[in-house]
């Protein structure tokens, strides 16, 4: 053994000194498995409620639809994408999309603390702000993150839901995760029915997009928007989706108002051809309209209405969704405050 | 023959101690080390070492019977620790203070021994558990490649590599 390796062995042997106590290392272990072997067991009987609950689920939402006109967060649309049940709203990452509660809140699962803030579920994405603060236990909630490159796209795999004893995860903390090819999602919750229930909504986004209507790659042609709604998709540089959402009542018509009262702008002028790279965009999509609202620094615009229209903040208002976690230029008129809900 | 996935009770707390408590008593800590060494922070550790053990503790009975249980559980550590899960999962224990300082690992020295040991932590996972297995847990190579079922060739590059790369982190030249 030469120098290196025996002051390797040294360092090894001194920093080890410093793991944690084993404290109730048996009885944590022995919850953990039966965490583990309840888990088993939920998941075979959410299986077969699933199997019998489907069918009516779907009669449930007809039936609400024949008879009123049914709440506006439910996305009843006739392109075959699936409903939205009520109290449930869909969040999209990539090729991958899935159903949480409404009530969750967007941002980091680990600076949930600053300024107050509860621990209270949220859905974190890739990127974005994120508060120069770690809390002692990250919250609950929804994450998806990117695996490394080189996955199968049709590889799928599972991390049963297991109750974590261990620190940094809050109370009671069941997560579980789900992959689908380059994309896992890890959620956190303070029941392990809770954490199966959303996981089980995890689905890869087909060719008729996700629920809201959303394709998974900006290049890929949208299907068709049911009147009344106003669908918001938005994509990263590399044209894949970031975050869906979808309008209704009241909302689509505001957002075609703002559109429409952005002033024209001569594109060449203003915007030179080295400038016109890949650039984040936010696709807004109503039955006559379909306008792409261009986040490319310098090149900030509207297009698709004809002429490029320059960005304005009610536009930005209604573009930037709940949770926004991508960024802005910094020569954008930012709308005083930004839309929660 | 305890199948997998069987439900092994083999005490809960307030009861009488087992031989799975027994057993996790006396080679708990040396687990935790290893894991630590693995993994370069507290929290990660622990949660690899319950993994391993609540993984175990249904198959107790069988384990309990092989002839080296310690190689047994620590392959299990070994295993969470380089599971597809644990790959993707947040790296960093979380600590309740502001980033504005760095953040060095707690309780290590400010001297060459610390620069080494989080020189190791920086290694790529494969380069630092080969690493860990040969100079903290002292194992052969042909071990190392049975316990991580990888080819005894690829152990020695793994660790060539790593050493290579302490070297560089170290500012020393490579012999």
């Known amino acids: 053994m030469n120098d290196l390796e025996q002051r390797l062995t040294d360092a090894l042997v001194g920093g080890a000194q410093e793991a944690p106590a084993p404290v109730g290392l048996a009885d944590a272990a022995r919850a953990r498995a039966r965490s583990r072997r309840r888990a088993r067991m939920t998941g075979a009987a959410a299986l077969v409620a699933l199997c019998i609950g489907v069918p009516t689920a779907v009669v449930a939402v007809r039936g609400s639809d024949s008879a009123h006109p049914g709440p506006s967060r439910v996305t009843d649309n006739p392109t075959g994408v699936p409903s939205v049940p009520e109290g449930q709203r869909v969040e999209s990452w990539h090729g991958v999309t899935a159903l949480v509660p409404d009530s969750w809140g967007h941002g980091s699962l680990e600076d949930w603390c600053a300024d107050g803030g509860r621990l209270e579920p949220r859905v974190e994405r890739p990127g974005g702000l994120r508060l120069d603060i770690k809390c002692e236990t990250s919250t609950y909630g929804l994450s998806f993150q990117q695996l490394p490159p080189g996955q199968d796209r049709d590889q799928v795999f599972d991390w049963p839901v297991t109750l974590q004893t261990s620190k940094g995860w809050p109370p009671d903390a069941e997560v579980g995760a789900h992959g689908i090819g380059d994309v896992l999602v890890e959620v956190t919750a303070p029941t392990s029915e809770q954490a199966q229930a959303i996981l089980g909504t995890v689905r890869p986004i087909g060719p008729e997009g996700d629920p809201n209507g959303c394709m998974s790659s900006r290049g890929e042609a949208p299907p068709a928007v049911p009147n009344g709604l106003l669908r918001i998709c938005r994509y990263d540089a590399e044209g894949l989706l970031e975050q869906s959402e979808t309008l209704t009542g009241s909302d689509p018509g505001a957002v075609i108002a703002a559109l429409e009262a952005a002033p024209a702008i001569d594109a060449k002028a203003s915007c030179p051809d080295a400038a016109n790279g890949p650039q984040p965009v936010v696709r807004l999509l109503a039955p006559t309209i379909h306008a792409d609202v261009d986040l490319g620094g310098d090149c900030a615009r509207i297009h698709g209405l004809g002429t490029d229209r320059a960005l304005t903040s009610d536009v930005l208002y209604w573009s930037l969704s709940p949770g926004w976690s991508g960024s802005v230029p910094a020569n954008v008129p930012l709308p005083s405050e930004l839309r929660t809900e | ?175």
């Not at chain 2, 929290?43 to 609540?54: C, F, G, K, P, R």
């Not at chain 2, 009975?61 to 047994?72: G, H, K, L, P, W």
């Open chain 2, 1 to 175: 023959m305890v199948q997998e996935g069987a439900w092994v009770d083999t005490g809960a707390p307030g009861q009488e101690s087992t031989p799975f408590d027994g057993w996790v008593a006396a080679r708990g800590p040396a687990l935790l080390k290893l894991a630590y060494t693995l993994t370069g922070n507290a929290a990660d550790a622990e949660d690899v070492v319950q993994e391993a053990l609540a993984r175990a503790l249904p198959r107790w009975e069988r384990i309990s019977r092989v002839d080296n249980v310690d190689a047994y559980v620590r392959r299990m550590v070994v295993n969470a620790h380089t599971s597809w899960w644990r790959r993707f999962r947040r790296r960093e224990a979380p600590v309740e203070l502001v980033r504005e300082q760095v953040v060095v690992a707690e309780a290590v020295p400010p001297d060459e021994r610390a620069r080494l040991w989080r020189a190791c932590q920086r290694l790529p996972e494969a380069q630092r558990t080969a690493i860990v297995l040969r100079y903290y847990e002292q194992l052969e190579y042909a071990e190392i490649a049975e316990l991580t079922g990888v080819r005894e060739g690829s152990v020695r590059s793994r660790v060539s590599r790593g050493l290579s790369a302490l070297r560089e982190a170290m500012g020393e030249a490579d012999e």
